[in-house]
Every structure is written in C-alpha cells, then in structure tokens.
C-alpha cells in the first residue's frame, strides 16, 4: 500500500519549474531512473515531501535520491536539517556528487541498483 507522503501544495509549481530547468545531472540521471528502466521501479523528478522538494523520489521504495553540486557546499548543515525531516516520514536517502553523475554515470546506476537488491532482500 501506498503511503501518503505530506508535501506543501505551494511547492508544486516550483517543482515544475525546476523540472523544465533541470541540470545536466539531473538530465543525465533521469535518463535511466525514467519509464521505470530502474529495476522497473516508477520514479519522479523533483518532488514536493514536506516543505522540500527532493531530486528525484520513488513511492514504491520510499527512496529520495539527491545530487549535490556546487551550490550545497555551503548548505551542508541546513542538507542535513532537511534529509532528517524528510526521513522522519520513512524515506531514505541516497546522495551522489553532481560529478560522480557527470563522468561516472555507471557508477551511481550500480549504486541506485545495489540499493534497491538491499531493500528487496
């Protein structure tokens, strides 16, 4: 059964917006997370959780993955203020350097796919 997820109905136009402005990573990334090519798994691109907007989201697995680039360097304690509060609703959290999706794109589709083995075993 589905979980009901809150989410702050404010936020869904940003989360549009932030979809049709996606960066490279996220690009790069959605290329094998959509159409449920990821072990047949529906994900989301940029999805409203709390007051939050996460990268990309998984109901079925309860799993929000995050790139981090440049920009979350100096929001490293506010990264963690929000990871909790969007795990206190039962979500885990899977984070990749917005580089490791640039020149090791293999890498994190292995990553995402070990994860899901782990959580289906």
Known sequence: MRKII????????IAKN?????????????????????????????????????????????????????????????DIKRQKQIESFGISFLRFNDIDVKKNIEGVIVAIGEWIDEYNS
């Not at 809150?6 to 136009?13: A, F």
């Open 18 to 78: 932030l979809r049709n402005n996606s960066t490279l990573s996220e690009v790069l990334l959605w290329q094998h997370l959509k159409g449920k090519k990821m072990k047949g798994y529906d994900f989301h691109r940029q999805k409203p959780i709390g007051n939050y907007i996460v990268d990309f989201f998984c109901n079925d697995l309860m799993l929000a993955i995050e790139i981090d680039g440049i920009s979350h360097d100096d929001k490293i304690n506010k």
């Open 6 to 13: 809150p989410y702050n109905p404010k936020l869904k136009q």
